[in-house]
Nanobody, 128 residues
Framework: QVRLVESGGGLVQAGGSLRLSCEAS????????LGWFRQAPGKEREFVAA????????SYTNSVKGRFTISRDYAKSTVYLQMNSLKPEDTAIYYC?????????????????????WGQGTQVTVSS
């Protein structure tokens, strides 16, 4: 049983920063491709960032490139999303996702339905 637990969300002013964390348990941490998705009210869940099993490869949606950084700590079995220069349009529930049965490929890492495990989500609100 894979379990993902997010933390670090909150309320921040535009231009501020937050760091989201997602601790994974249940399988060997290095066996997961890990991703962050977000869902704003009335909108579909969208891809934000992903990191490969080795940590060598990362991918970001265009709207967060240069502002967000995804990373993983194997000793803590945790994936992070450092979010800087936050904008009101970043307001959403942020979800951590993991997939253990597929290797890294840009053909699927942005697709929510391809991830087998999800956290409960953490709210991020950016005020203007």
């Amino acid at each position: 049983q894979v379990r993902l637990v997010e933390s670090g969300g909150g309320l921040v002013q535009a231009g501020g920063s937050l760091r989201l964390s997602c601790e994974a348990s249940g399988r060997t941490f290095s066996s997961y491709v890990l991703g962050w998705f977000r869902q704003a009210p009335g909108k579909e869940r969208e891809f934000v960032a992903a990191i490969s099993k080795s940590g060598l490869y990362t991918s970001y949606t265009n709207s967060v490139k240069g502002r967000f950084t995804i990373s993983r700590d194997y000793a803590k079995s945790t994936v992070y999303l450092q979010m800087n220069s936050l904008k009101p349009e970043d307001t959403a529930i942020y979800y951590c996702a993991a997939e253990a049965d597929q290797d890294w490929s840009t053909t699927w890492i942005t697709v929510a339905s391809r991830y087998g495990y999800w956290g409960q989500g953490t709210q991020v609100t950016v005020s203007s």
